[in-house]
């Protein structure tokens, strides 16, 4: 009898342990790679399950005009062999072009991790016309992790695109032209590299806009802690807002080309808001001196509307901005040191 009990005992945890997945996503075959995350989203649709790790050997992965693709499974792992050499790329018909149209990925499931990988949306952005909103990662999801991730675009590059959610990049790269990181949602970037393209074909003119944040829900917005940013050709600033109460805060930035960040620091024209939290601190140039204006009072104006707001942070103030006051339940550094010491294991199969 008490054989048969333990037994019974073996076999509920058995049914209710879901043990951890792997799979290896054939080099080069973007259709391996669709079936992986297809696979991972049927086995995973529990908030629940184990981490299902998608192995992703370095090569290009054309997924041509194909867009959105679903990720609405949870605790999905994708993990490349190197973020320069594992590309995944989308090509959308620039007739289909906008924000909520031409993503590569959009996450809907929580607890999902990026590492060591490239998206690139290649919409032929130049020609495009008045607008080319080419997404690589839109996140209707929460407790995003991109580690070590290259998003390359141009307009609306990121597009964290839930109100409540909890978002974290760290030594990743985005590229683009105007509000090329957008949205909703508390999002730590930490020791990234954001880099401005030309906003035309030839190169000549035009002004970039790093930010767009339209953060009303969460209390802390867009965080940008160590970051670095690199100016290709255009003049650029740190962001405009969107909508509602938009927060975007720059903490110890260098500026490569710190004669390229237009005066006013943030664009003081609102799209739909003049309200907002802009502001900065420690910001310094290439050879790390300290650059940091000691105030710079911007009126951010939208027709008969105007705000005068402060935008240097001082030291007290700026010693408020840590991740786990930002995020108080979920530590989002320790799910990298987890996910990187089992992807190192994991990725030896690719050797």
């Not at 060591?116 to 032929?124: E, G, H, P, V, Y």
């Not at 880099?195 to 944040?213: D, L, M």
Request: charged share 25%.
């Amino acid at each position: 009898m008490r054989n048969l009990m333990l037994l019974a005992c073996c076999l509920v945890a058995a049914l209710t342990c879901r043990a951890q997945q792997v799979v290896v996503v054939k080099k080069n075959d973007a259709q391996s790679l669709l079936d992986a995350v297809a696979q991972a989203n049927k086995v995973n649709a529990d908030k629940q399950a184990e981490t299902f790790y998608i192995l992703i050997p370095d090569g290009f992965y054309d997924l041509g005009e194909t867009v959105l693709t679903k990720i609405t499974g949870h605790h999905i792992a994708l993990i490349g062999q190197s973020m320069r050499g594992t590309v995944i790329q989308n090509k959308p018909d620039v007739k289909k072009e906008g924000i909520s149209k031409t993503a590569i990925f959009q996450n809907r499931g929580t607890g999902n991790y990026f590492q060591d990988l490239t998206l690139k949306n290649a919409l032929d952005y130049y020609g495009a016309g008045a607008a080319g909103r080419a997404v690589t990662l839109q996140d209707k999801g929460d407790r995003t992790v991109c580690n070590r991730v290259c998003l390359l675009s141009y307009q609306d590059t990121y597009f964290s695109d839930n109100d409540l959610s909890q978002f974290y990049f760290q030594d990743s790269e985005i590229h683009g032209t105007v509000d090329f990181i957008c949205g909703d949602g508390d999002v730590w970037f930490e020791r990234c590299r954001i880099v401005t393209e030309p906003r035309t074909a030839n190169g000549v003119g035009g002004r970039n806009v790093i930010a767009a944040p339209k953060t009303s829900k969460t209390p802390w917005g867009y965080i940008f802690n160590r970051c670095t940013i690199e100016n290709v050709v255009s003049n650029f600033e740190y962001a405009r807002g969107w909508n509602g109460t938009p927060h975007c805060i720059m903490l110890y930035t260098t500026l490569l080309t710190p004669e390229r960040l237009n005066p006013t620091r943030f664009d003081y024209r609102g799209m739909r808001t003049v309200e907002n939290d802009f502001k900065e601190y420690g910001t310094m140039d290439a050879q790390g001196r300290d650059i940091t204006p000691a105030t710079n009072v911007v009126t951010f104006e939208m027709k008969d509307e105007k705000n005068s707001v402060e935008t240097i942070l001082t030291k007290k103030e700026a010693k408020r901005y840590k991740v786990k006051k930002v995020f108080t339940t979920w530590n989002p550094q320790k799910v990298i040191r987890q996910r990187e010491g089992e992807a190192k294991k994991l990725l030896k199969r690719l050797q």
